[in-house]
């Protein structure tokens, strides 16, 4: 049971190994996490969205439950 989504925000330094740690601990912790593509990420990125949820979910060895615009959901 998920007790509460925290959403983590993607800017423009992309997805870092601090950005994965926090998104596992968080995972480990709640259960699920929301990562929020922003603005400034999508441009400056050359990365797909589906590229990107696929990348963050493999190093985080969660499983993605939901993709709606630009705002991934992840599970474990």
Not at 3 to 20: A, C, H, P, R
Not at 35 to 41: A, I, K, S, Y
Not at 50 to 55: D, G, S, V, Y
């Amino acid at each position: 049971m998920v007790k509460d989504v925290v959403t983590i925000n993607v800017g423009k330094n992309g997805v870092t190994e601090s950005l994965i740690n926090e998104i596992n601990f968080l995972l480990e912790k709640r259960g699920a996490v929301k990562v929020r593509m922003l603005r400034n990420f999508r441009e400056s990125s050359g990365k797909d969205k589906k590229e990107l949820a696929r990348e963050i979910a493999s190093r985080v060895k969660g499983r993605l439950v939901d993709f709606r615009g630009f705002v991934l959901t992840f599970e474990r």
